[in-house]
């Protein structure tokens, strides 16, 4: 019979100073939260996140989906400088 440990998917994403500069990563690997939720952002699809980067397993674009909802989203409140402003056509 197969070892099929149940793992929580917010278990999957750690944090550690010396790594990626503290920021949350999957499974202590350099690949951040950041960068898969900005894949998914971008519109990349699981499967094309998952060739890109073939030591990910769909779980762990569960887990980092799961990570970012639980948290507040820290850019919003930041101020857009000028050139930021998004122009208008006249």
Known sequence: MADT???QPLDRITTHPDICNGKPVVRGMRITVETVI???SAGESVDEILRQHP???RE???ACLEFASSRPCRRAGRIR???ARPTRPT
């Open 60 to 62: 762990d674009v569960t």
């Open 55 to 57: 030591v990910l397993v």
């Open 81 to 83: 400088g000028p050139s």
């Open 38 to 40: 900005g894949y998914l």
């Open 5 to 7: 440990t149940y793992v």
